[in-house]
């Protein structure tokens, strides 16, 4: 017999993950352990350069076609020269996510929920520094923003989706004592393509890893703005015992493979966060290319946003301005929860904006390996472009109420800025800018309820939103007008921060299918479930007691 035919017994007995508990923030603060030792890991970091590879099928694969990945912060500095795939290579991790999937699809989903709890239990002690440095040097997060993204969101991800699955796989039918009735979650037939955005670490951990939780195979294409810290990431996956193919890493230019991905028959399922206008295009393709595929792809995507702060007449001003300030400018405004359009009653706008504007004139931006600052730079330079012409605009068009300044020479870097509109529905309260500027509207005491309509009723998105009050008759207006402006709803909070297990994310109308990443109802989407009847008595003649006449 050989080693691959001896019989394996499979495990008896229930097994129980352990309990999730959201990962603790780590304060950074002065003297810390903690901050010694990711200060030592950004420079270490800062002086290698690293080579990365594609990886398929656990292969490191080196196509000669390169291109750098820099410091936002500081440009002329080259963190990585990374690999592109070309149609080829693509192609090669489709057949090596189809290869591993006999394998891995077939094992009990608790081998393979343990190597998420390992991945996460790795990351939470030997790998934190490392992945924290990675995304702060890489995509110009300050030590907390890496800490709430690579590390907390991203281990909470790993230890919250197999308590998740668990309870998935306990929702079974009823059955009697003539039958038995079972629900079996198959992973889906083919592989799951994942495409990640650059602003969160933690997206680009829990996209291709939720599917593969769940039994699938994964080709992954990560931002090419993120690349040091995807590459940290499949460097994770080895150490916690992932088999290869399970995540095949193909960095590159998108359309060449998403061509390839998108219009491949075994293509199950795009698990997808970035942009409204790429997840369409995406959408387009695969209706586009329905006819060549054996199952219909499970489409999964989160998108854009043009999150709101609404405030009452009645609202804690204190509390307001924070919100304003740290939701509207904490990572530069790149993140899809930030608040980006203002809506103030006269009554309160000049005590408001007293308060957001001095703390805004004390916010430091540059650098984040020195940890004064509360700002790093843009993304790049195409970002950079594009929210200083929304600042252009700005200036002809509107009024300029604090920042407003720019530069680009060393680093991508864009001060803080808040804008007054002079319509309810001037282009800044209406498109996604992506970048540290809040707009703001100031509206008549008297005309609540209509701003109530005005924010639903302004921008395409639905993502995030929040309202500030003390009324709570207001609150509760809010609430129910704002229904369906906004799937992430906050009352008195910032309404960025979402936090695993607490408030799973997403949003509805163009800003996304609304799958709730880290939440069962995304666990969901990757799985195909066989129901199975087993009848212990089954009949034995053909006929029905009706036919007989008395
Ligand atoms: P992006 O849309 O430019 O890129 C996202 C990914 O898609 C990247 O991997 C990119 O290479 C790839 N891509 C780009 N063009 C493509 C194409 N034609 N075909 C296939 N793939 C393509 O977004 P980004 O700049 O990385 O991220 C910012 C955007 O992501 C914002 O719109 C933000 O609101 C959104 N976002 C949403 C959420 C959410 O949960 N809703 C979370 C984070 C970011």
Not at 33 to 62: H, N, Q, Y
Not at 248 to 257: E, I, L
Not at 475 to 504: C, M, W
Request: aromatic share 10%.
């Amino acid at each position: 017999m050989s080693e691959s035919e001896r019989p394996r017994a499979a495990w008896s007995g229930t097994r129980r993950v352990p309990v999730p508990v959201n990962d603790p923030v780590r304060s950074y603060a002065p003297g810390s352990p903690e901050k010694l030792e990711l200060k030592a890991r950004l420079a270490s970091m800062s002086r290698e350069r690293l080579d990365v590879p594609l990886i398929i099928g656990g292969r490191e694969v080196r196509t000669g076609n390169t291109a750098q990945a820099v410091m936002p912060h500081d440009h002329g500095h080259v963190l990585a020269d990374y690999h592109k795939a070309g149609a080829a290579d693509v192609e090669a991790a489709i057949a090596a996510a189809r290869e591993a999937h006999r394998e891995w699809s077939a094992w009990p989903w608790e081998d393979r929920a343990a190597v998420m709890l390992k991945a996460a239990e790795l990351l939470t002690t030997s790998w934190r520094a490392t992945l924290n440095a990675a995304t702060m040097l890489g995509q110009s997060k300050t030590a907390f923003q890496a800490e709430i993204d690579s590390a907390c969101e991203l281990i909470d991800f790993w230890r919250f989706n197999p308590h998740y699955a668990q309870q998935l796989m306990a929702e079974q039918p009823i059955s009697d004592h003539t039958m038995w009735n079972q629900a079996e979650y198959r992973a889906l037939e083919g592989f799951v393509y994942a495409v990640t955005p650059f602003n969160f670490t933690a997206i680009g951990g829990n996209l291709p890893t939720a599917p593969a939780l769940m039994g699938n195979t994964v080709v992954w294409k990560p931002a090419s703005s993120a690349i040091p810290s995807a590459y940290q990431l499949m460097k994770i996956y080895e150490a916690a015992g992932m088999p290869p193919g399970v995540i095949n890493f193909v960095p590159g230019d998108p359309g060449p493979v998403s061509g390839v991905a998108l219009s491949h028959a075994d293509l199950a399922g795009v698990h997808f966060t970035g942009s409204t206008e790429v997840f369409n295009s995406m959408w387009k393709t695969i209706g586009e290319n329905m006819a060549r595929y054996r199952s219909y792809p499970r489409v999964v995507g989160e998108t854009g946003g043009k999150d709101f702060i609404l405030a009452h007449a009645s609202a804690d001003v204190a509390a307001l301005a924070v919100a304003i300030v740290r939701g509207g400018f904490e990572y530069q405004g790149q993140k899809c929860s930030a608040p980006s359009r203002v809506y103030l009653p006269r009554s309160l706008a000049k005590d408001v904006l007293e308060r957001v504007t001095a703390m805004m004139g004390e916010i430091k931006v540059g650098d984040v390996s020195d940890f004064r600052n509360f700002m790093g730079a843009v993304i790049d330079k195409r970002a950079f472009d594009r929210i200083t012409g929304y600042i252009a605009d700005a200036k002809a068009n509107a009024r300029v109420l604090a920042g407003g300044g720019s530069h680009g020479e060393r680093g991508y870097f864009i001060e803080p800025t808040l804008v007054e509109a002079p319509r309810p529905d001037y282009r800044l309260m209406c498109e996604e800018i992506f970048g540290p500027v809040v707009t703001l509207w100031i509206y008549d005491d008297a005309r609540w309820h209509e701003t109530l309509d005005l924010v639903d009723a302004t921008s395409p998105y639905a993502l995030t939103g929040a309202v500030f009050a003390q009324d709570r008759r207001a609150l509760r207006e809010a609430i129910s007008g704002l229904r369906h402006a906004a799937g992430n709803f906050y009352v008195n909070d910032k309404p960025t921060g979402a936090v695993v297990g607490q408030q799973p994310f997403g949003g509805a109308r163009g800003s996304g299918t609304n799958d709730k990443a880290g939440s069962v109802l995304n666990l969901l989407r990757w799985v195909s479930a066989r129901s199975m009847k087993e009848n212990f008595a089954p009949p034995r003649e053909y006929g029905y007691p009706f036919m007989t006449e008395a």
